[in-house]
């Protein structure tokens, strides 16, 4: 069942385009004021007390709209949710009014031990309800929508009848959360396990796409792997601009983690975006 939330006050991100906010591009950032309309940083990285980055984020917070992308959850674990965790979230969420906050539709930890990945559930009934109670209580902590992104997975489950965008809109449905399309992660399961994307695209209900998500990979063999270590593909891009008029213009992040490149890439990379949401003839739902 679906949670009523308070109005979130947190300045609204457009639908433009926006960069991911990594320390390699601080000192930059806060000097040219790039032309971008947000940035979306990971909250685990400002969990300290005090110190430099929570002072740096503060001033990129008065300049630009945030969100944030969490990775620290394993929403689809087994073991209790880590409260210390969700609670310092929390602390960050009201100190600095994210426009958005998301999770990844995975699992990262079991008995107690974090594995440095986010790996996919099974796409069951158990699974589904089993995320959903825990959802529900995340968004109840938060007293906010959790977003939940889509991952890439380099395997799948024997036993997996529900199809991954029919699971990820019935947590939606179920949950009350908003998702975030990762266009880049859509592309790669679909080269790796001979998938239509557009079949994953297609059943996405376009009212709880909240943000969507573009990145590189890298070709090993014949497998794509989700890097996040250079520019977004054309086929990616192809990709965007059919989501984009299939569901209408939506936030979206350029998300480079590796091999980090100069300030002015990311933001061509963003204006790039931009070009093709501003060509957009749909309405947003």
């Given at each position: 069942?679906?949670?009523?939330?308070?109005?979130?006050?947190?300045?609204?991100?457009?639908?433009?385009?926006?960069i991911g906010?990594?320390?390699?591009?601080?000192?930059?950032?806060?000097?040219?004021n790039?032309?971008?309309?947000?940035?979306?940083?990971?909250?685990?990285?400002?969990?300290?007390?005090?110190?430099?980055?929570?002072?740096?984020?503060?001033?990129?917070?008065?300049?630009?709209?945030?969100?944030?992308?969490?990775?620290?959850?394993?929403?689809?674990?087994?073991?209790p949710?880590?409260h210390?965790?969700?609670h310092?979230?929390?602390?960050?969420?009201?100190?600095?009014?994210?426009?958005?906050?998301?999770e990844?539709?995975?699992?990262?930890?079991?008995?107690g031990?974090?594995?440095?990945?986010?790996?996919?559930?099974?796409?069951?009934p158990?699974?589904?309800?089993?995320?959903?109670?825990?959802?529900?209580?995340?968004?109840?902590?938060?007293?906010?929508?959790?977003?939940i992104?889509?991952?890439t997975?380099?395997?799948?489950?024997?036993?997996?009848?529900?199809?991954?965008?029919?699971f990820?809109?019935?947590?939606?449905?179920?949950?009350?959360?908003?998702i975030?399309?990762?266009?880049?992660?859509?592309?790669?399961?679909?080269?790796?396990?001979?998938?239509?994307?557009?079949?994953?695209?297609k059943?996405?209900?376009a009212?709880a796409?909240?943000?969507?998500?573009l990145?590189?990979?890298?070709?090993f063999?014949?497998r794509?792997?989700?890097?996040?270590?250079?520019?977004?593909?054309?086929e990616?891009?192809?990709?965007?601009?059919?989501?984009?008029?299939?569901?209408?213009p939506?936030?979206?992040?350029?998300?480079?983690?590796?091999?980090?490149?100069?300030?002015?890439?990311?933001?061509?990379?963003?204006?790039?975006?931009?070009?093709?949401?501003?060509?957009?003839?749909?309405?947003?739902?």
């Amino acid at each position: 069942m679906s949670l009523e939330f308070p109005t979130i006050t947190s300045t609204p991100i457009p639908a433009l385009a926006g960069i991911g906010l990594r320390s390699h591009h601080f000192r930059e950032i806060l000097a040219e004021n790039p032309s971008v309309a947000w940035m979306e940083t990971h909250p685990e990285n400002y969990f300290g007390d005090g110190g430099a980055p929570l002072h740096i984020l503060e001033q990129i917070r008065s300049r630009y709209p945030l969100s944030f992308h969490g990775v620290g959850l394993s929403l689809g674990s087994t073991d209790p949710i880590e409260h210390a965790h969700l609670h310092k979230l929390k602390a960050l969420i009201d100190r600095f009014e994210p426009a958005f906050v998301s999770e990844h539709l995975s699992w990262s930890s079991v008995g107690g031990r974090f594995l440095n990945d986010l790996l996919p559930l099974p796409y069951t009934p158990e699974s589904l309800d089993h995320l959903c109670s825990r959802i529900a209580a995340v968004q109840e902590v938060l007293r906010r929508p959790l977003l939940i992104e889509n991952i890439t997975r380099y395997l799948t489950w024997r036993d997996s009848p529900i199809p991954e965008g029919e699971f990820m809109a019935e947590v939606a449905r179920k949950t009350g959360c908003g998702i975030l399309l990762d266009i880049n992660n859509v592309y790669v399961n679909a080269i790796n396990f001979h998938l239509d994307p557009l079949e994953f695209l297609k059943v996405i209900p376009a009212h709880a796409v909240w943000e969507i998500h573009l990145a590189g990979f890298d070709r090993f063999g014949r497998r794509l792997i989700d890097t996040h270590g250079q520019a977004v593909h054309l086929e990616v891009w192809n990709l965007y601009e059919w989501a984009i008029n299939h569901l209408g213009p939506r936030p979206t992040l350029i998300e480079w983690d590796t091999n980090l490149p100069a300030l002015h890439v990311l933001v061509e990379q963003a204006a790039h975006a931009d070009a093709i949401l501003e060509g957009c003839h749909v309405t947003a739902s």
